[in-house]
């Protein structure tokens, strides 16, 4: 395989498991994961050699739409922002079926930037209804031009080796 190294931000709104995301990519705890929103202040740099790859994750704050009365949520929305245009890669994480007014504001932003980018659809192993999902997925493919849109349970590990598989195929050669 030729070597490869890249940036890639982990995006999406708030509490869909961008950090625990980065947290199973890595093999350790190196975000803090709580239910509670906003608990991502600043970025989170994690780095990951395997082979002849070499992937830096930057970690984002959630993004989200309004709430700009509060300093740190627009401080939180400009850094999640900035970090989108200086990337090679976005992975853009989205709880399962569920596409809110917040999820639309993070692909504006990517779109914007005009990065490549993953969808990855979290949490699947919490849906009632699996056959909801082939539907869903189907829906928010057409949104954007993505590299790739990926199920996964960054909690429980299912389908991310795969998806870093597509990371490592995405990241620039040299």
Request: neutral net charge; contains cysteine.
């Amino acid at each position: 395989m030729t070597e490869r190294c890249g940036y890639i931000a982990i995006v999406g709104r708030p509490n869909v498991g961008k950090s625990t995301l980065l947290n199973r990519i890595l093999g350790q705890k190196l975000s803090i994961t709580s239910r509670k929103p906003q608990t991502t202040r600043h970025q989170i740099l994690g780095m990951k050699t395997e082979d002849e790859v070499q992937a830096i994750y930057v970690d984002t704050p959630g993004l989200h739409e309004g709430y700009t009365e509060k300093a740190l949520n627009r401080y939180i929305n400009k850094v999640a922002s900035s970090t989108i245009k200086d990337v090679d890669l976005a992975v853009f994480v989205i709880d399962r079926t569920k596409w809110t007014n917040e999820d639309q504001v993070v692909l504006e932003k990517i779109k914007a930037a005009n990065v490549p980018c993953i969808l990855a659809v979290n949490k699947v192993d919490f849906l009632a209804e699996k056959t909801d999902l082939l539907p869903f997925l189907q829906e928010v493919s057409q949104k954007m031009d993505f590299v790739d849109v990926f199920p996964i349970s960054a909690k429980h590990g299912k389908n991310v080796e795969e998806l870093e598989k597509k990371i490592a195929t995405q990241l620039p050669e040299g």
